[in-house]
């Protein structure tokens, strides 16, 4: 009987041992990698164009409401409107779960999420400014 204790003790320290693994290599190093640095290539995100002073969109601030922007810069050329992944999470009532795009022509995007579930404020969460904007959802 203790022939058999210790045959399965030692049986489930080896399996245990063998999917946990000991973490070293060979050469003494662990078998973790350093997290990749992300590589500067053709797919990197390109820079943030700075918004000019004279420019409408340096009077938008985030966390201003729709009304705010309209009433400062005024209505935009077109609106795109899309849900988030938020929206599909059980009993989830954070905001962020649907969000609007005011677009302006050759001004850039505008991007507006409500704060929670329970309001339909809508706060600036993102400036885009770009110059080339053709101003219509495409």
């Known amino acids: 009987m203790k022939k058999n204790l210790l045959f ?3 049986i ?6 063998g ?5 070293t ?3 003494g190093t662990t078998d973790q990698q350093p997290a990749a640095q992300p590589a500067a290539s053709a797919q990197a995100a390109p820079a ?6 004279d420019s409408p969109f340096a009077k938008v601030k985030l ?32 905001g962020d779960t649907h969000r609007m795009e005011a677009i302006y022509k050759g001004q850039g995007r505008i991007v507006f999420s409500p704060r929670n579930a ?3 404020d809508m706060e600036v969460i993102e400036i885009n400014y770009d110059p080339k904007e053709p101003g219509y959802n495409q």
């Open 8 to 10: 399965s003790t030692l």
């Open 19 to 23: 999917v946990t693994g000991c973490g």
């Open 25 to 27: 290599t060979d050469s």
């Open 118 to 120: 329970f309001t339909s």
């Open 63 to 94: 966390g201003m409401s729709i009304g705010e922007v309209y009433s400062t810069i005024g209505q935009p050329t077109d609106t795109s409107h899309h849900i988030t992944g938020k929206s599909f999470i059980p009993y989830y009532y954070g």
């Open 48 to 53: 943030a164009v700075p918004i000019p002073a």
């Open 12 to 17: 489930t320290a080896a399996v245990a041992f």
